[in-house]
């Protein structure tokens, strides 16, 4: 049973990185205004998410660590069915199965509580001093499973895989103020972004050398919003590397997308440019699928190919005054 759990486990927590995301993920979805990520070792030795949401009362801590589909992971059929439909409420137990986890948490006009998880034994729960919303810490991941722990690299490649994490969440979410701590050392610390398209949290994240030759991207075609910074021609040799794409706040790795945006680079310039940009789609909930594999971050779309025109034009417009 403790096997299996871990080989599940290992399927939604591959490494600090898809850690950090679910916890990411859940600190949004509490409706934090202000996230603060701690990383030890590239997250090897401790990995922390702290923030103001809305917390969890003392009574169902035991339940946001609690294995939800146990009898569902009877079989490997089970598991390749339960991996296919992304272990839905399961991230937390995940964590619990192959690391030590702590949460400590506090609801607003509730007391604060702590709990404890190690390798899958979940520990008793006690009242702690906390400040409103959540601090979840993971340390010493996978340090009981050696057959996943040679599946991870050095820390400063996990510290790397972590920093991409915190970024693309920071540009996902510009109204959230996030902080980053690396090793004891203050990383990037973003407060929220007012700007008006909320581009100025990308050009933060993305650094000043992108910023400096980037166009701004803002169209709405239809039910279809676009924005975002696309590079200059001239920074085309610049040495960040960046295409990143986004829809309806989710980071995604996307072929139309990446397509239109190469397609709009050649019509403008004619040349063999690779093309850095970071674009951020917005459409209707009912127009795209998110999380076809939740771990692969990938998107289908309702109607590709509207998609890829309206791409398409927003960054042609937008590289447009680089011919000028
Ligand atoms: P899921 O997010 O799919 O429900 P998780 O295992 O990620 O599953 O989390 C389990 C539960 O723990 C969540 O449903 C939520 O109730 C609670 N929880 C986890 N993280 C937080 C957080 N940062 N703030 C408030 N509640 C949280
Ligand atoms: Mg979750």
């Given at each position: 049973?403790?096997?299996?759990?871990?080989?599940?486990?290992?399927?939604?927590?591959?490494?600090?990185?898809?850690?950090?995301?679910?916890?990411?993920?859940?600190?949004?979805?509490?409706?934090?205004?202000?996230?603060?990520?701690?990383?030890?070792?590239?997250?090897?030795?401790?990995?922390?998410?702290?923030?103001?949401?809305?917390?969890?009362?003392?009574?169902?801590?035991?339940?946001?660590?609690?294995?939800?589909?146990?009898?569902?992971?009877?079989?490997?059929?089970d598991l390749e069915q339960a991996q296919s439909l992304g272990f839905r409420g399961e991230a937390l137990a995940s964590m619990a199965a192959v690391a030590e986890?702590?949460?400590?948490?506090?609801?607003?006009?509730?007391?604060?509580?702590?709990?404890?998880?190690?390798?899958?034994?979940?520990?008793?729960?006690?009242?702690?001093?906390?400040?409103?919303?959540?601090?979840?810490?993971?340390?010493?991941?996978?340090?009981?499973?050696?057959?996943?722990?040679?599946?991870?690299?050095?820390?400063?490649?996990?510290?790397?895989?972590?920093?991409?994490?915190?970024?693309?969440?920071?540009?996902?979410?510009?109204?959230?103020?996030?902080?980053?701590?690396?090793?004891?050392?203050?990383?990037?610390?973003?407060?929220?972004?007012?700007?008006?398209?909320?581009?100025?949290?990308?050009?933060?994240?993305?650094?000043?050398?992108?910023?400096?030759?980037?166009?701004?991207?803002?169209?709405?075609?239809?039910?279809?919003?676009?924005?975002?910074?696309?590079?200059?021609?001239?920074?085309?040799?610049?040495?960040?590397?960046?295409?990143?794409?986004?829809?309806?706040?989710?980071?995604?790795?996307?072929?139309?997308?990446?397509?239109?945006?190469?397609?709009?680079?050649?019509?403008?310039?004619?040349?063999?440019?690779?093309?850095?940009?970071?674009?951020?789609?917005?459409?209707?909930?009912?127009?795209?699928?998110?999380?076809?594999?939740?771990?692969?971050?990938?998107?289908?779309?309702?109607?590709?190919?509207?998609?890829?025109?309206?791409?398409?034009?927003?960054?042609?417009?937008?590289?447009?005054?680089?011919?000028?």
């Amino acid at each position: 049973d403790t096997l299996i759990s871990q080989i599940a486990a290992g399927e939604v927590v591959e490494r600090p990185a898809s850690a950090l995301r679910e916890l990411l993920d859940n600190a949004l979805d509490a409706g934090s205004t202000r996230i603060t990520v701690r990383i030890a070792q590239g997250g090897l030795d401790m990995l922390s998410v702290e923030d103001d949401g809305c917390g969890i009362p003392p009574d169902e801590l035991p339940l946001a660590l609690a294995r939800h589909a146990t009898s569902k992971i009877a079989s490997l059929a089970d598991l390749e069915q339960a991996q296919s439909l992304g272990f839905r409420g399961e991230a937390l137990a995940s964590m619990a199965a192959v690391a030590e986890v702590e949460i400590v948490s506090r609801r607003r006009g509730q007391p604060g509580a702590r709990i404890s998880a190690a390798n899958g034994r979940l520990g008793e729960v006690a009242p702690a001093a906390a400040a409103p919303g959540t601090l979840i810490t993971l340390r010493r991941l996978f340090h009981e499973i050696p057959a996943r722990r040679s599946f991870l690299k050095s820390a400063a490649t996990e510290a790397g895989w972590c920093i991409e994490v915190f970024k693309r969440a920071a540009i996902a979410h510009p109204q959230v103020a996030w902080s980053l701590w690396q090793d004891g050392r203050a990383g990037m610390q973003l407060g929220p972004d007012s700007s008006p398209l909320g581009l100025q949290r990308l050009a933060d994240v993305l650094g000043k050398s992108f910023a400096e030759h980037a166009l701004p991207v803002d169209a709405r075609i239809g039910p279809l919003a676009v924005r975002g910074l696309v590079c200059r021609p001239t920074a085309a040799r610049a040495r960040a590397e960046v295409q990143q794409c986004f829809v309806n706040r989710r980071w995604v790795r996307d072929r139309v997308l990446a397509h239109a945006v190469r397609a709009a680079y050649a019509d403008v310039l004619h040349g063999a440019l690779q093309p850095q940009y970071a674009l951020l789609v917005e459409l209707p909930p009912e127009r795209v699928d998110v999380n076809v594999h939740p771990a692969k971050s990938e998107v289908r779309f309702r109607e590709s190919q509207a998609v890829h025109q309206a791409v398409f034009h927003a960054v042609q417009r937008a590289l447009a005054p680089a011919l000028a």
